[in-house]
């Protein structure tokens, strides 16, 4: 692992690409006692002037409890070699397996935070905001129907990107 921090204004992104296709894990705890998940929703922009990333994360993950007791946790995204890796962490919760164990992933931390040795870029983000949506403000019933018809809704953290690094 050589992670180098970059500066974000120099970062070629393709949120499209690296959120909705290649995915990446949301992990949250101490070098001790963390849990990561897949995800591939979400968002990268700004927000309050500052370089943010937003998640979400339905109640019943694993995660959830975890994110929720962190001021900050990390966005790691992953070669696509990795993505067996990913399709492992976002099918099994960490209640019932060591994602580390079964993946080969290797926990590392940066500035404090849980991260994985082999990503390729790590967002550290410190939470700024976070709100669980409701079912009265979907504007499009069918919205939450398809995707809260049986599952738990998502609660949305705005973090602010306070470092990226690189794998290099
Ligand atoms: C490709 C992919 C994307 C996912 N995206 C999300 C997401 O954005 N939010 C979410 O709450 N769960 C998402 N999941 C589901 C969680 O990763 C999954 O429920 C995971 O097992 C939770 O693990 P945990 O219980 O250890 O937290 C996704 C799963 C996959 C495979």
């Known amino acids: 692992m050589s992670f180098i921090r970059k500066n974000i204004e120099n970062l ?9 296709k290649d ?18 929703w979400g968002f990268m922009g700004v927000m309050w002037g500052a370089p943010s990333f937003i998640c979400a994360v339905r109640t ?14 990390s966005i790691c995204f992953f070669d696509e070699k990795y993505r067996s890796a ?16 079964e993946t080969g992933l290797t926990p590392a931390v940066i500035d ?7 990503a390729s870029r790590v967002f550290i983000c410190k939470k700024r905001y976070s709100e669980m949506m409701k079912q009265e403000a979907f504007t499009t019933p069918e919205t939450y ?3 809260y018809g049986t599952d738990p809704l998502h609660k949305q953290y705005i973090g602010e990107i306070v470092a990226v690094y690189e794998n290099e």
């Open 86 to 101: 990913l399709q492992f962490c976002g099918t099994r919760s960490g209640r019932d397996c060591d994602k580390a164990k």
């Open 112 to 118: 404090g935070v849980p991260v994985f040795a082999e």
């Open 12 to 20: 070629e992104v393709d949120p499209f690409k690296q959120i909705g």
């Open 60 to 73: 019943n993950r694993h995660t959830f409890s975890f994110i929720e007791k962190s001021e900050v946790y």
């Open 23 to 40: 995915w990446f894990l949301i992990t949250a705890g101490t070098g001790e006692h963390w849990n990561t998940m897949t995800a591939s």
């Open 145 to 147: 129907e398809k995707w």
